[in-house]
């Protein structure tokens, strides 16, 4: 009953920028927090930025002063604006959504992925 569209991937030049968009829809009671997640081949899946209703962030140190994530709450949409990049963040990016669909318990859920390629 959760749908997460992503969009925003594609292919960029070391020190391009991407953003990255997400819009969640459907019966969703109440939305703690949105973020994004990356996997590279071979890699563990790992937290790229977070940020929860009240505005409050985290960043993966590797990603922290070059990335940053917003939300337009209307719309419920989270953004990844993604500066300087690097070979290294070579992934498919994942939104993530934690909140409540049934009452009284919180899941989490994830869009299908979109890929970030970073090469020259």
């Known amino acids: 009953q959760v749908q997460l569209v992503e969009s925003g991937g594609g292919l960029v030049q070391p020190g391009g920028s991407l953003r990255l968009s997400c819009a969640a829809s459907g019966s969703i009671l109440s939305i703690y927090a949105m973020g994004w997640y990356r996997q590279a081949p071979g890699k563990q899946r790992e937290l790229v930025a977070a940020?929860?209703?009240?505005?409050?962030?985290n960043y993966a140190a590797s990603v922290k002063g070059r990335f940053t994530i917003s939300r337009d709450n209307a719309k419920n949409t989270v953004y990844l604006q993604m500066n300087s990049l690097k070979p290294e963040d070579t992934a498919a990016y994942y939104c993530n959504l934690r909140g409540v669909v049934i009452v009284g318990k919180a899941n989490d859920y994830w869009g299908q992925g979109t890929q970030v390629t970073v090469s020259s």
């Open positions: 940020i929860t209703t009240s505005g409050s962030t």
